[in-house]
């Protein structure tokens, strides 16, 4: 029904750059908030960070001031641009969504995962 895909991840060193994408596809109605988790090697996943339809955001403060959540709403597309990167940044970045749906129910819906590995 909705499909959630990223790209973007990839190898960088400490101190580098990167930009996440995550496209939804499939029936889509409207999809509310749409935000960004992490989940380390022996870790729980944890919130990265949100944002709202509106574009309200909010970050985990592990990343706040270094990291910018923002979407294109005509494109169902949200973004996690990451700078000034850290080796404990290093995890398998995922995108989650609240989608309704054409039919008007409203579900969860996840990315499979885009990996980031910051190290020199």
């Known amino acids: 029904q909705v499909q959630l895909v990223e790209s973007g991840g990839g190898l960088v060193q400490p101190g580098g750059s990167l930009r996440l994408s995550c496209a939804a596809s499939g029936s889509i109605f409207s999809i509310y908030d749409m935000g960004w988790y992490r989940q380390a090697p022996g870790k729980q996943r944890e919130l990265v960070g949100g944002i709202t339809s509106g574009g309200t955001t909010n970050y985990a403060d592990s990343v706040k001031g270094r990291f910018t959540i923002s979407r294109d709403n005509a494109k169902n597309t949200v973004y996690l641009q990451m700078n000034t990167l850290k080796a404990e940044d290093t995890a398998v970045y995922y995108c989650?969504?609240?989608?309704?749906?054409?039919?008007?129910?409203?579900?969860?819906?996840w990315g499979q995962g885009t990996q980031v590995t910051v190290s020199s």
């Open positions: 989650n969504a609240d989608v309704q749906i054409v039919t008007g129910i409203v579900n969860g819906y």
